[in-house]
Structures are given as C-alpha cells and as structure tokens.
C-alpha cells in the first residue's frame, strides 16, 4: 500500500521527504545497534525539528517502519555480512608481494 494513501498530506514534495528522513533514521537506529551488537529494541523518533508540523511527519515516517521492515533490514544487513567475508581473495601475485613485505618486515625487526 502507498504511503500516500496512508498519508495523503504526503503528497507535498516537502512533507514527504521529512517523513522518508524518518524511515531513514529509523534504519540508521537499527544498523547502529546491529553494528553495536546491541539486541533489537524499541526506539524513540529523535528532534528533528522544533516546527511541531516538520516533526509529526518526520515521526510518522520514523514510526512508520514495521517490524517486518526491520527483520528484512537484519537480513539483508547477515547476507551482506557473510558476503564481505566471502570475497575473493587477492590475486596471486599481490599476495606473495605482500608476504615478501611481510617476510621482509619481520627480519628487520630482528
């Protein structure tokens, strides 16, 4: 369902993108803890204004995200975890550059 019939004064270019920063810090929240190691919890939608108009829409966008939202947010947030540790290693010959470095480093020190 589109948020605009949810929200139908969202249809201002202005309005809309205050409530898009609200889905947006919602998910920075979320990343924060994942990044943390911190278990989910419930968050409270940051000032983003002192204009009470500006901070309703920016709430309901921040209060908008579901927690179905934020379980495909974790899962993609594992997946992409365990892709960053899948990648490719270094070509060959930047390896054995860097172990002579390495090798090189480690007799110096000697």
């Known amino acids: 369902m589109s948020f605009y019939k949810l ?3 969202l249809k201002n270019a202005r309005a ?3 409530f898009k920063d609200g889905r947006k810090a919602r ?10 190691g911190i278990e989910p919890r419930l968050h409270k939608a ?4 002192h204009n009470s108009t500006w901070q ?4 309901r966008g921040f209060e908008s995200v579901t927690a179905n939202d934020l379980a495909q947010f974790r899962y993609r947030y594992a ?3 365990k892709q960053q540790e899948l990648k490719t290693p270094l070509h ?4 054995s550059i ?3 470095q390495n090798e090189r480093n480690a007799h110096a020190n000697h």
Do not use: A, V
């Not at 940051?46 to 204004?49: N, Q, R, V």
């Not at 309703?56 to 709430?59: I, N, P, T």
């Not at 060959?92 to 390896?95: T, V």
């Open 56 to 59: 309703s829409q920016f709430r």
């Open 7 to 9: 929200n139908p004064d």
């Open 92 to 95: 060959p010959r930047i390896q």
């Open 98 to 100: 860097l172990r002579n």
């Open 16 to 18: 809309f993108e205050r």
């Open 27 to 36: 998910f920075n929240d979320e990343l924060n803890d994942l990044q943390n």
């Open 46 to 49: 940051p000032l983003y204004s």
């Open 79 to 81: 997946e992409n975890q």
